[in-house]
């Protein structure tokens, strides 16, 4: 079968393996993501601890990525990507038939683990598959096609939401995304002259900056997620249409934005493109922190989605000063580290979150102007031609 475009063909099979499977992805998370403030406060009538728990929790299978190394002494590294988008499929379609506290920590754990093992394995494959040159523009295009999936989602939702219930929403879009699943799974992408990646763990001294700035954009990305959405849904009653609205927004721009991005880090470097985005997080976390209009708390929402995107380049980095074989160890323990503290900051700013909504996000601050200091220790080549 052929999928895509003229570009999907000039980046062979790998690229239009995980072209489909990020689309299912984006599909799962988008979906998930968008529906599940407002069916956390109108139907299992969540307050913000408990909210703030289940972003926890739902980061926990982020913390046990590390587990991927072990897996692939079981299972291909592609049929792993493929399982992963399986699972969560199935996360996906299970949310609305367990409308309970407990029933949405069971739902978001199996949903969790599918997202980011795939995401684990796809940041391996792209470094592993694709050059220095060319691995910022994958990850752009990749995150481009994943926007054009979520305006897909998020107009889907607009029309559904007026026909169906949350649990009827979540039971179609995981559904298309198990189809989507088996369907990969019985494709096979794979190059076997490329080096064996290492099935252990690899911690080294050499990765010492990498494994920081993985370290703390965990951090501050949790307060994105856990409460950016939260505080436009409950400070300023934003509504599911305006909440996806506001997400159709986000990823059109992205759409765009995204194969820039992946071309800017060729040109510019990575220590210039994530010097932009630490310092525009600071101002957005403070602005998060002390606006009391509804319209700046949204704009802030977009350009928070916007930067998030710059992440792409501690990718590039770590494969400028990487061993080729430790890519897909690595890419697992970075993983791991990413979401150290993404499993403490959700729970903890939940309950920070019930004596005044602004610590948060003061916090994200400073985590944000901490990782723009060590940002300015990236050494590696002139940055390559694309």
């Not at 683990?113 to 394995?121: L, Q, R, S």
């Amino acid at each position: 079968m052929r999928f895509g475009s003229k570009g999907a063909a000039e980046y062979g099979e790998m690229y239009r393996f995980l072209l489909v499977l990020t689309i299912l992805s984006a599909t799962g998370l988008q979906g998930w993501q968008t529906l599940i403030n407002n069916f956390a406060v109108d139907v299992v009538h969540l307050d913000g601890q408990q909210m703030g728990m289940i972003q926890s929790l739902r980061e926990v299978p982020g913390f046990l990525s590390l587990l991927v190394v072990y897996l692939l002494l079981l299972v291909k590294e592609h049929r792993l990507a493929a399982l992963s988008v399986l699972i969560l499929g199935l996360g996906v379609a299970s949310t609305g038939l367990l409308p309970s506290y407990f029933g949405l920590v069971v739902t978001t754990l199996i949903m969790s683990f599918g997202f980011h093992y795939y995401e684990t394995v796809n940041q391996s494959l792209t470094l592993q598959y694709f050059s220095v040159a060319k691995s910022p523009i994958i990850f752009g295009k990749l995150r481009g096609i994943a926007s054009a999936a979520n305006i897909g989602v998020g107009l889907v939702i607009l029309v559904l939401a007026n026909w169906l219930d949350y649990g009827e929403m979540y039971m179609v879009l995981g559904g298309v995304i198990l189809l989507g699943g088996m369907f990969c799974l019985c494709q096979d992408p794979a190059d076997r002259s490329l080096p064996p990646q290492r099935k252990k763990m690899v911690f080294r001294r050499d990765y010492w900056l990498f494994y920081s700035l993985t370290f703390l954009g965990g951090a501050r990305r949790q307060v994105f997620i856990a409460f950016g959405v939260f505080l436009l849904v409950k400070k300023f009653n934003f509504t599911v249409q305006e909440v996806t609205v506001l997400f159709i927004i986000n990823n059109v721009i992205n759409y765009f934005a995204s194969p820039l991005i992946g071309k800017a880090i060729n040109r510019f470097g990575e220590r210039k493109v994530l010097s932009l985005e630490y310092a525009g997080l600071i101002g957005i976390f403070l602005t998060y922190a002390y606006t009391e209009s509804r319209v700046v708390a949204a704009v802030m929402y977009v350009l928070d989605f916007v930067l998030f995107n710059f992440a792409i380049a501690i990718r590039s980095y770590f494969q400028k000063i990487g061993d080729p074989r430790d890519v897909a160890p690595t890419m697992a323990v970075g993983f791991t580290i990413n979401h150290v503290a993404a499993v403490v900051i959700p729970a903890v700013g939940g309950a920070l979150w019930m004596v005044d909504y602004r610590i948060p996000f003061i916090g994200g601050a400073v985590l944000s102007l901490v990782s723009l200091v060590l940002t300015q220790c990236i050494r590696t080549t002139e940055p390559a031609d694309s």
